[in-house]
């Protein structure tokens, strides 16, 4: 089974402030997501990896699959950013048997 | 392209009895998976449909189960509802093709058992 490790679990900011959450995980995978909760509980998809390095706008997802580690960095942080982000990795493909970290609760304060 | 649409939203049920859950997935994707959400126990897998089949289970008891219509929409039914199921249920759907592919959301339905 495996485990995966998020850090930090509560991280306070303020505003433009360059952000980054850690991800490590146990055991071998196919795809690593990062995914962002906002209070209410829908979940948003903002990366899916299995190499190398995503950029989406202000966000940047990377992996080190040898490492066994990812990261995801946010620029010129907002309080709009403000959420929980999960770590979730998968043996398979899309959303199947998903293990989660227990998610970085991220506050950007203006 | 419509998301992800759970319904319901929100759900209050009484322990004992049982209730059930709907999920239709992005158009187009065969692949739904659901997952129970708890502040103890974060995020778990509870199953995954594709094509009608169960593929695969997560460590829930039997009271737990699901189906998948052939449009793809799914369902997942409690049994005999206990106060530990209070949570919120969650279901995501992918197109499963033959590379690794994006895991899209729904909102989740909302679950009390009082």
């Known amino acids: 089974k495996n485990e995966v490790e998020q850090s930090p679990q509560n991280l306070t900011a303020q505003e433009g402030e360059f952000i980054t959450i850690n991800c490590s995980y146990s055991?071998?995978?196919?795809?690593l997501h990062w995914l962002q909760q906002h209070p209410g509980g829908g979940i948003v998809s903002l990366f899916m990896?299995?190499?190398g390095k995503k950029k989406h706008g202000r966000l940047i997802a990377t992996i080190n699959i040898q490492e066994k580690h990812s990261s995801l960095h946010i620029t010129a942080s907002h309080p709009r950013d403000s959420a929980v982000y999960i770590c979730a990795v998968g043996a398979g493909g899309g959303a199947d048997g998903l293990t989660f970290g227990k998610g970085t609760h991220l506050i950007i304060q203006p | 392209k419509a998301g992800v649409t759970q319904t319901p939203r929100y759900l209050i049920k009484t322990r004992g009895q049982q209730v059930t859950l709907s999920c239709s997935p992005i158009s187009g994707h065969r692949s739904v998976s659901w997952y129970q959400q708890t502040p103890g126990q974060g995020l778990q897998f509870l199953f995954e449909?594709?094509?009608?089949?169960?593929?695969n289970k997560g460590n829930f008891p039997g009271r737990f189960s699901g189906r998948q219509f052939s449009n793809s929409r799914s369902e997942m039914n409690v049994s005999t509802l206990e106060l530990g199921d209070s949570a919120l249920y969650l279901c995501?759907?992918?197109?499963?093709?033959?590379?690794?592919?994006?895991?899209?959301f729904g909102q989740g339905t909302r679950l009390t058992v009082v």
């Open positions: 055991v071998g995978i196919s795809a």
């Open positions: 449909y594709f094509s009608e089949t169960q593929r």
């Open positions: 995501a759907s992918s197109s499963h093709g033959p590379s690794n592919t994006e895991a899209f």
């Open positions: 990896l299995s190499s």
